[in-house]
Nanobody
Framework: QVQLVESGGGLVQPGGSLRLSCVGK????????IAWFRQAPGKEREGVSC????????YYADSVRGRFTISRDSALNTVYLQMNSLKPEDTATYHC????????????????WGQGTQVTVSS
């Protein structure tokens, strides 16, 4: 059974940092483009970042570029999202997902995703 398991969320003050992890179970993440998207109550799903297969290129939404960094650890079958300079508007449930490679640059085309991890940015 293919599973993506997210972790690393929490409560952080504005300006703080978190690192989210996405572990693949029953799936080799290197073989897929992997995206992070977020969903806040009452708001549309927003693609945040995507990284192409293996050593693929990284893409970011304008709202997070320069603050967030996506990366892979192939040995751990894990994709990370390092989030710095967090803002209250970053508050959401963050999900990792497999993505269609052609849609990675536009942060869409999600196929399968995990249950998510909650990020709350508040003082």
């Amino acid at each position: 059974q293919v599973q993506l398991v997210e972790s690393g969320g929490g409560l952080v003050q504005p300006g703080g940092s978190l690192r989210l992890s996405c572990v693949g179970k029953g799936i080799g993440l290197d073989d897929y483009a992997i995206a992070w998207f977020r969903q806040a109550p009452g708001k549309e799903r927003e693609g945040v970042s995507c990284i192409g297969e293996r050593e693929g290129r990284a893409y970011y939404a304008d709202s997070v570029r320069g603050r967030f960094t996506i990366s892979r650890d192939s040995a751990l079958n894990t994709v990370y999202l390092q989030m710095n300079s967090l803002k209250p508007e970053d508050t959401a449930t963050y999900h990792c997902a497999t993505a269609a490679p052609a849609h990675c640059p536009v942060l869409g085309g999600f196929h399968s995703w995990g249950q998510g991890t909650q990020v709350t940015v508040s003082s």
